[in-house]
């Protein structure tokens, strides 16, 4: 056997689609895992059909019938007879009432335990775990906001600008910046109403508000006894509406001793509730280099690439490794090159990001020396509009900054997808523009990026 664990899993089925199931398909062939894919009709030609060992149709195109659907995705477990289930990313990943039932069936979800999922996914509580492991976090409310009058006096307390955010959260749903009080009443109702209402959970809580941030996430790994390592940071501040178009490592703001010091903090935060799994640590960077907790992810995450391409490890293959009861060495992982994300979505730069999906005619994915991309997408694949709009991830790597941009510009002018419109002359701009060149960036910086219609 290749892996000193006895209990590698011989089967796992992916409960997820598109370019991330392919990705975990390709390393559980490399490892001599056996592959069942689940798929909805919408997904009947879709390559992660193709590649796995078995597939099992769950059901219609829409999510909540197909790849949400727990008693379906049971199912394919049982006939095929997987012994663990990768998640991937979205879907069920951070749903820690799937943990729990697939625990029941006696089948491992990779990822953390039902427990942990809960304590992160509830952000008061998350909040609250970090002040007790000695992680900073943003000066604000201890726990949920009862009433407008005690939310003005806080408000007050903690010195405008602050922002509201809801404790089921996530993604700026229900989040609201608040500058003097005659705005707090109305801030502080909407709020509570977009919460209950996106979350049937209408918990707020306050925060001092951090101007022009950075996101700078800290990617982790934990073994099931008790050993925690980080592998360094993405910067991730490049985002429109909170979702992500590019990610990088390392970070052009990055000191050594910043990441010795984010770094630190993420792997206390990991071995205070001894964290099993990989998964992510983000933070706020202000300008002067302080860092604050946001919040933490408990799955793999789209972007996790940047890192592999950065420490040369699959992270794909810890997860598992770590899964099946492996333990890790404990060591910290450091970047050796500079990697750059870009994300390809079916979404016209031109009108605002409008989903574009439809058949692509002609498909040709970029190559050669550093270039990496990883999709399900080939010519004559039909863009669901049923599911996200990402259809590839295009990530350079060099030994600088500088000649990563270069090379992503020439790998984004030979990307060529015709058919539907996609995101790369905004990523075409944008590795142009000045201020991103200069790594002068904070979350705030595609709010007065103008793509330019030519
Ligand atoms: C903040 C913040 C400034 N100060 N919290 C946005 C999504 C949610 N996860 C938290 N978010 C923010 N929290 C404090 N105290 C600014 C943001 C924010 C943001 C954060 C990361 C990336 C993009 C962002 C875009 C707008 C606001």
Same mark, same amino acid.
């Given at each position: 056997?290749?892996?000193?664990? #006895?209990?590698?899993?011989?089967?796992?089925?992916?409960?997820?689609?598109?370019?991330?199931?392919?990705?975990?398909?390709?390393?559980?062939?490399?490892?001599?895992?056996?592959?069942?894919?689940?798929?909805?009709?919408?997904?009947?030609?879709? #390559?992660?059909?193709?590649?796995?060992?078995?597939?099992?149709?769950?059901?219609? @195109?829409?999510?909540?019938?197909?790849?949400?659907?727990? !008693?379906?995705?049971? $199912? $394919?477990?049982?006939?095929?007879?997987?012994?663990?289930?990768?998640?991937?990313?979205?879907? #069920?990943?951070?749903?820690?009432?799937?943990?729990?039932?697939?625990?029941?069936?006696?089948?491992?979800?990779?990822?953390? *335990?039902?427990?942990?999922?809960?304590?992160?996914?509830?952000?008061?509580?998350?909040?609250?775990?970090?002040?007790?492991?000695?992680? /900073?976090?943003? /000066?604000?409310?201890?726990?949920?906001?009862?009433? %407008?009058? &005690?939310?003005?006096?806080?408000?007050?307390?903690?010195?405008? @600008? %602050?922002?509201?955010k809801a404790t089921a959260g996530?993604?700026?749903k229900g989040?609201?910046?608040?500058?003097?009080?005659?705005?707090?009443?109305?801030?502080?109702?909407?709020?509570? &109403?977009?919460a209950?209402?996106?979350f049937?959970?209408?918990g707020i809580?306050?925060?001092?508000?951090?101007?022009?941030?950075?996101?700078?996430?800290? &990617?982790?790994?934990?073994?099931?006894?008790?050993?925690?390592?980080?592998?360094?940071?993405?910067?991730?501040?490049?985002?429109?509406?909170?979702?992500?178009?590019?990610?990088?490592? /390392?970070?052009?703001?990055?000191?050594? =001793?910043?990441?010795?010091?984010?770094?630190?903090?993420?792997?206390?935060?990991?071995?205070?509730?001894?964290?099993?799994?990989?998964? *992510?640590?983000?933070?706020?960077?202000?300008?002067?280099?302080?860092?604050?907790?946001? =919040?933490?992810?408990?799955?793999?995450?789209?972007?996790?690439?940047?890192?592999?391409?950065?420490?040369?490890?699959?992270?794909?293959?810890? &997860?598992?490794?770590?899964?099946?009861?492996?333990?890790?060495?404990?060591?910290?992982?450091? /970047?050796?090159?500079?990697?750059?994300?870009?994300?390809?979505? $079916?979404?016209? @730069?031109?009108?605002?990001?409008?989903? !574009?999906?439809?058949?692509?005619?002609?498909?040709?994915?970029?190559?050669?020396?550093?270039?990496?991309?990883?999709?399900?997408?080939? $010519?004559?694949? *039909?863009?669901?509009?049923?599911?996200?709009?990402?259809?590839?991830?295009?990530?350079?790597?060099?030994?600088?900054?500088?000649?990563?941009?270069?090379?992503?510009?020439?790998? #984004?002018?030979?990307?060529?997808?015709?058919?539907?419109?996609? *995101? %790369? @002359?905004?990523?075409?701009?944008?590795?142009?523009?000045?201020?991103?060149?200069?790594?002068?960036?904070?979350?705030?910086?595609?709010?007065?990026?103008?793509?330019?219609?030519?």
């Amino acid at each position: 056997m290749w892996y000193n664990t #006895l209990n590698m899993f011989k089967k796992i089925l992916i409960a997820n689609r598109g370019e991330i199931a392919l990705r975990i398909i390709r390393t559980c062939k490399e490892m001599g895992i056996k592959t069942v894919a689940v798929y909805s009709t919408a997904d009947r030609e879709s #390559l992660h059909v193709k590649f796995a060992d078995e597939a099992v149709c769950i059901g219609p @195109p829409s999510s909540k019938e197909s790849y949400l659907n727990v !008693s379906k995705i049971m $199912a $394919a477990v049982e006939i095929t007879n997987a012994d663990a289930i990768h998640p991937g990313y979205g879907f #069920l990943s951070e749903n820690a009432d799937f943990a729990d039932i697939c625990t029941d069936y006696g089948i491992k979800f990779i990822g953390p *335990t039902a427990d942990m999922i809960r304590k992160m996914g509830d952000k008061i509580t998350a909040k609250d775990t970090m002040i007790k492991a000695g992680v /900073p976090v943003v /000066p604000g409310s201890e726990g949920l906001v009862q009433d %407008v009058k &005690q939310g003005l006096n806080l408000a007050k307390q903690i010195g405008y @600008p %602050v922002i509201l955010k809801a404790t089921a959260g996530g993604g700026g749903k229900g989040m609201r910046i608040v500058w003097k009080d005659e705005e707090f009443e109305a801030a502080m109702n909407s709020a509570q &109403q977009e919460a209950e209402a996106s979350f049937a959970n209408g918990g707020i809580y306050i925060e001092k508000f951090i101007e022009e941030p950075r996101h700078i996430e800290i &990617q982790v790994i934990g073994d099931q006894y008790g050993n925690a390592a980080h592998l360094s940071e993405r910067d991730c501040s490049i985002q429109r509406r909170h979702q992500k178009l590019v990610e990088e490592s /390392p970070s052009p703001f990055m000191t050594d =001793e910043l990441r010795e010091r984010m770094g630190e903090a993420a792997v206390k935060a990991c071995k205070y509730i001894n964290y099993e799994g990989v998964g *992510t640590v983000e933070f706020l960077v202000d300008k002067h280099g302080e860092f604050y907790f946001m =919040e933490m992810n408990t799955r793999i995450q789209v972007e996790h690439t940047v890192t592999e391409e950065v420490i040369e490890r699959d992270l794909i293959k810890e &997860q598992i490794l770590v899964a099946a009861g492996e333990a890790i060495s404990g060591k910290n992982y450091y /970047p050796q090159m500079h990697a750059i994300e870009c994300r390809i979505n $079916a979404e016209d @730069p031109f009108n605002d990001f409008r989903p !574009s999906p439809g058949t692509v005619t002609s498909f040709h994915s970029s190559k050669g020396y550093g270039v990496r991309v990883d999709t399900h997408v080939y $010519a004559g694949y *039909t863009v669901s509009p049923y599911y996200d709009s990402m259809i590839a991830k295009l990530i350079c790597r060099a030994h600088t900054r500088e000649e990563c941009i270069l090379k992503m510009k020439r790998a #984004l002018d030979e990307f060529i997808v015709e058919g539907i419109k996609t *995101t %790369v @002359p905004f990523h075409r701009q944008l590795m142009d523009d000045e201020k991103f060149k200069a790594g002068d960036f904070h979350t705030g910086f595609l709010d007065d990026f103008e793509i330019e219609k030519k």
